[in-house]
């Protein structure tokens, strides 16, 4: 089966990689380029495809990605449900607001949220909670979290995802420091540090083909699944 894939925000540093990935693999066919109105790629050649600034295309797709602003997720969450596609959506910074309006959503079609689509970190995610568990109350921690300075949201969503999984480990606020420097893609730096010793887990994506790949398994794997607001551990699983 051709999975036949719309992506959001195609000229974007996020979007572009998918697409380019995408087109590479013989299990997808990218039938939507997507970008909002007004900038001035609208209308022209991408590989087969036009970009375009009208949803309408969904009708021709199987699943949704998106990575774009939490603004443009909003709107296109609308459209998923319009069309009953399915979703893989990696974008973060939303609000409370745009997140009951998430859950909503999926309980019309099938969506796959992460604020990280990496293998690796989603590791961590499970992980976590046994090292603080097994270290204990003596053992503070806090976490540090690097990324390129075009990047809107800070801190990110994966430390905020890490920092609630160790709140609810350890009871206690889990303080987050973010760094918006330079081309940096992406690095979480989470610290536990007892009176004599101190232990750092460190997770560094070298490029953004480790979300790129990662929302392209999601794709392949919410096709056919009932809707529901699944993780990218469900994925994994």
Not at 145 to 160: L, Q, R, V, W, Y
Not at 183 to 206: L, M, P, W, Y
Request: with cysteine.
């Amino acid at each position: 089966m051709i999975i036949k894939l719309g992506i959001a925000g195609v000229c974007g540093r996020m979007g572009r990689r998918i697409l380019e990935l995408a087109c590479g693999d013989k299990d997808f066919e990218v039938t939507l380029a997507l970008e909002r109105k007004g900038i001035p790629q609208i209308g022209k050649e991408l590989g087969k495809l036009k970009i375009s600034s009208s949803p309408d295309g969904m009708f021709l797709i199987d699943v949704f990605v998106d990575f774009t602003t939490a603004e443009a997720a909003e709107a296109n969450l609308d459209y998923v449900a319009r069309y009953k596609k399915a979703l893989v959506l990696g974008t973060t910074g939303l609000n409370d607001s745009q997140l009951n309006k998430l859950e909503e959503v999926s309980k019309i079609v099938p969506v796959v949220f992460s604020p990280n689509m990496a293998v690796g970190v989603n590791v961590l995610f499970t992980l976590l909670p046994e090292l603080a568990k097994r270290l204990g109350p003596d053992y503070s921690v806090e976490i540090i979290e690097a990324h390129h300075k075009a990047k809107k949201d800070a801190p990110s969503g994966t430390a905020k995802k890490f920092g609630q999984i160790l709140a609810d480990t350890t009871k206690k606020e889990i303080p987050i420091h973010a760094v918006r420097l330079g081309d940096i893609v992406g690095d979480h730096t989470i610290i536990f540090c007892g009176n004599s010793e101190r232990i750092e887990i460190k997770h560094q994506a070298h490029s953004r083909d480790l979300f790129a790949l990662g929302a392209l398994k999601a794709a392949k794997w919410v096709i056919g699944k009932p809707p529901g607001l699944y993780s990218m551990q469900d994925v994994l699983k």
